[in-house]
């Protein structure tokens, strides 16, 4: 059990260019959630996957934001044209994805987006 | 909607005080609560959880009670050491199958020694 892997763990880039971030949830984990956080803030769901598919999304997450998760093993996480609102963290968790509601959340270290 | 508030920080205390973090919530129906802990270049990690009223969670000398009245999940520790320097963050799951988390906004605790 390596954990939660997320890639890159920082990203800098120009107003207006497209970013993709990657996550690796630990192996068995059925369920993948994507998070964003900005400064003085907790985290904020945007999304989550049972398998492959892609069963909720929040309204936070706009056109430009697009999620899969292609064999339900990794997922990316795609913002096109990018906006400097958009600097934030993103974090990346998955579980056991088992019936039981308060099944643990196991999280990443995130992918620091600074847009310019 | 659900939302969680927590009291405003920052928190410093000298080692060994006591240690409470407010933590009140609104929700529909009977969520799960949770405190998650990010200790420096760290992802956050589960501290205790609690799933009904009255239970008590408890881990690494951290305590906290579900109390549905009032609806809090107050996080308490009797003698806090410089290692528990983190940003603490309270949670609730709603009822459902997805374990979706909905967080506050976090408070960082400074132990000096």
């Known amino acids: 059990d390596t954990g939660v892997s997320q890639n890159p763990r920082h990203k800098i880039t120009k107003r207006g260019q497209n970013v993709t971030f990657r996550c690796d949830p630990i192996s068995e984990h059925n369920r993948l959630y994507w998070y964003r956080q900005t400064l003085g803030q907790g985290p904020e769901f945007l999304t989550y996957f049972q398998n492959e598919a892609q069963l909720e999304k929040s309204r936070l997450l706009s056109d430009r934001f697009s999620a899969e998760r292609p064999k339900g093993s990794f997922s990316t996480l795609e913002i096109q044209r990018t906006e400097q609102g958009d600097s934030a963290m993103y974090l990346c968790?998955?579980?056991?994805?088992?019936?039981?509601?308060?099944?643990?959340?196991?999280f990443g270290s995130g992918t620091q987006l600074s847009v310019l | 909607g659900n939302s969680v508030t927590q009291m405003e920080g920052p928190v410093t205390l000298s080692e060994e005080a006591f240690l409470t973090i407010n933590c009140t919530y609104t929700?529909?129906?009977?969520?799960?609560l949770f405190w998650y802990v990010q200790y420096p270049g760290e992802g956050l990690q589960l501290l205790l959880k609690a799933t009904k009223a009255d239970d008590k969670g408890s881990n690494k000398g951290f305590e906290a009670t579900y109390r549905k009245e009032t609806t809090s999940f107050h996080l308490e520790k009797g003698s806090v050491q410089v290692s528990d320097s983190a940003v603490y963050f309270c949670a609730l799951s709603e009822w459902g199958a997805n374990s979706k988390l909905t967080f506050g906004k976090g408070i960082t605790l400074s132990v000096r020694p």
């Open positions: 929700a529909t129906g009977y969520p799960s």
């Open positions: 968790a998955s579980s056991l994805g088992s019936a039981v509601m308060s099944e643990q959340l196991f």
